[in-house]
């Protein structure tokens, strides 16, 4: 699962390593080799200039946001060749939904408004379901686990934006402070994300899990986008007192490893990662460009997927990876070509 998050690209060029030692440690469990080519399937009934697809579970079903005839955005589901409008809290000019994340049952979580608030949601069953919040009326949720644990952030009643969970109907503070936004969670309810001052201040890479948080790094500049169920995190640091550059990384027991970047380039992130330890991500291709591409990192190795049939010009929209190597990228499914 991925979450929706862009990582900001720029500077410099950096070999693969770790922080611990000159070389990458093996992949836990031993990641899946990349496939060499992928097969596009359109996401066909996703419509609106300001559509957009962040997530897919292993049952191919597809979540995000599309534009109405009214030009109203409202949550929706994508499976088998068919969308489904999840629906709103409340109808009105100004109704709006999104859907960031699906389980493997189909739960799917995300945010619509209610009285001009933004509203932490799961949809359920055709069941629509308020979350609540933290006491300021506004939320949203990121993603959902196969136990039904959801995470997010919500509003104080001091206005501070904090991370939460909702499990067994209740949502609670995760005690990570300051302006926090947790990203992910896998089924171990570990919880991945970033906090900071705000979204322009100093952001830094938090690991929580039973009430415990764990800083990932101490670079000015951090953020933590996914976590599978081993462990294995990925995101992307950039250390501004020494080179402003973002680059793509993945911890695994308290050891980050920088993944390099793509020929060329000087900048990448690391966007979601598989059970296999495959990780989706995007990077430039020349210098401060902003010209990216997608990539796979496995095994040591960053794959460009323009060699695999993945267009330069869809990288921007590079959101997930699933158990079966599908990629969700833009408003397509890439199946993968395998070897005969």
């Not at 862009?6 to 390593?17: D, E, G, H, K, Q």
């Not at 996914?226 to 990925?234: H, Q, V």
């Not at 390099?260 to 495959?278: D, R």
Request: glycine residues 14%; hydrophobic residues 40%.
């Amino acid at each position: 699962m991925a979450r929706i998050v862009r990582i900001l690209v720029a500077a410099t060029c950096a070999l693969v390593a770790t922080v611990a030692t000159a070389a990458g440690p093996a992949v836990a469990g031993g990641a899946a080799p990349l496939p060499r080519q992928y097969r596009m399937v359109p996401l066909a009934g996703v419509d609106g200039e300001r559509a957009g697809a962040f997530a897919m579970n292993d049952s191919g079903q597809v979540v995000g946001q599309f534009e109405t005839a009214s030009h109203a955005l409202h949550p929706f589901l994508w499976q088998r060749g068919r969308m489904t409008d999840l629906g709103v809290l409340e109808s009105g000019p100004d109704e709006r939904g999104m859907a960031r994340d699906v389980n493997t049952r189909g739960d799917v979580v995300g945010n619509s408004d209610r009285g001009g608030r933004q509203r932490a949601v799961l949809w359920r069953r055709g069941h629509l379901i308020d979350l609540g919040d933290l006491g300021s009326g506004s939320s949203y949720a990121s993603a959902i686990n196969d136990r039904g644990q959801i995470v997010g952030t919500s509003w104080t009643a001091d206005g501070e934006p904090r991370g939460f969970i909702w499990q067994r109907g209740r949502m609670r503070d995760l005690g990570v402070g300051g302006f926090t936004q947790p990203l992910d969670i896998n089924n171990r309810g570990q919880v991945v994300g970033w906090s900071g001052r705000g979204v322009e201040g100093p952001q830094h890479a938090f690991l929580w899990q039973r009430g415990t948080v764990t800083w990932l790094t101490t670079s000015t500049m951090s953020r933590a986008t996914a976590i599978n169920d081993r462990g294995e995190i990925a995101g992307s640091v950039t250390d501004w007192t020494t080179e402003p550059i973002s680059r793509a990384v993945r911890w695994y027991r308290s050891k980050m490893t920088y993944l390099g970047f793509l020929p060329g380039g000087n900048a990448s992130g690391a966007i979601a990662i598989n059970e296999h330890g495959v990780i989706l991500g995007s990077g430039n291709v020349a210098p401060f460009s902003l010209e990216e591409h997608a990539f796979l990192y496995s095994r040591g190795t960053m794959r460009d997927l323009t060699s695999a049939g993945v267009p330069a010009e869809v990288a921007y929209g590079a959101h997930d990876i699933n158990n079966r190597g599908q990629l969700l990228i833009a408003l397509a499914i890439y199946f993968p070509v395998r070897d005969r």
